[in-house]
């Protein structure tokens, strides 16, 4: 069963505007912990924002914030003042308890196209 | 701080040939390393964790004779890839973690092409 759901394969955004990003999951472990990352086209995985199961608090770093809503077990990206070089594939990931290894399961990712 | 190296960034080779690919944590310990797949316009799927001094785990279907790796010390992972098939071209991609952290860092990647 897939245990992180991205519904938008492809989103368009006007620069300088605010844009979300969906993600569900699916998880049994009361200890886990939500990722997103940013792969452009060079291919490398840039770490973004991170939101632990037990912080009350949603993440924000900059201009990326994630909206945790955990009875929904939702883990919405939001990217403010959207810029060109935003443009990239976005995965959400879950990292689950120790019996998993700490590994990430990711989702399918969506692409985000920021246009002029 | 958290910069994971990973080499060759790209590779060709032969089919039968074996391919080395090697992963660095340049800043920090790295006690877990991952190694994933990814192919084109897909997301990423991971292969194995390794932790330091230890066997690697890998995941279901993942060949261990065929994808070797070693985590032979705290900032080096090496995958390799023998008698590599035209089947087995893809983008591999690290990631390290420290211990008592959540966060995995990523390297930038390695495209295998094989002939």
């Known amino acids: 069963a897939q245990k992180i759901t991205q519904t938008q394969p492809g989103m368009f955004v006007q620069e300088k505007e605010a844009v979300t990003l969906d993600c569900t999951y699916d998880?049994?472990?009361?200890?886990?912990?939500l990722f997103w990352y940013k792969q452009p086209s060079s291919g490398e995985m840039i770490f973004l924002i991170y939101?632990?199961?037990?912080?009350?608090q949603n993440a924000t770093e900059g201009r990326y914030s994630l909206n945790f809503q955990k009875a929904r077990k939702s883990a919405n990206l939001v990217i403010s003042a959207s810029q060109l070089g935003d443009s990239a594939m976005y995965f959400c990931?879950?990292?689950?308890?120790?019996?998993?290894?700490?590994?990430?399961?990711f989702g399918k990712g969506t692409s985000l196209l920021v246009t002029p | 701080g958290a910069v994971v190296s990973q080499h060759p960034s790209w590779v060709i080779c032969k089919s039968g040939t074996s391919v080395k690919i090697e992963c660095r944590s340049l800043?920090?310990?790295?006690?877990?390393m991952f190694w994933y797949r990814q192919f084109p316009k897909q997301s990423l799927m991971l292969m194995a964790t390794?932790?330091?001094?230890?066997?690697?785990?890998?995941e279901q279907g993942v060949e261990k004779d065929k994808f070797l790796i070693n985590h032979a010390s705290l900032t080096l992972s090496t995958l390799t890839v023998t008698s590599a098939h035209p089947e087995d071209s893809s983008f591999y991609i690290c990631?390290?973690?420290?211990?008592?952290?959540?966060?995995?860092?990523f390297g930038p990647g390695t495209r295998l092409t094989v002939l």
């Open positions: 990931a879950m990292r689950e308890g120790p019996d998993s290894g700490y590994a990430l399961n």
């Open positions: 990631s390290a973690k420290a211990e008592r952290t959540d966060t995995q860092y």
């Open positions: 998880t049994s472990d009361q200890s886990y912990g």
């Open positions: 390794s932790n330091e001094g230890s066997k690697a785990t890998y």
């Open positions: 800043d920090f310990q790295a006690t877990t």
């Open positions: 939101q632990g199961s037990y912080d009350e």
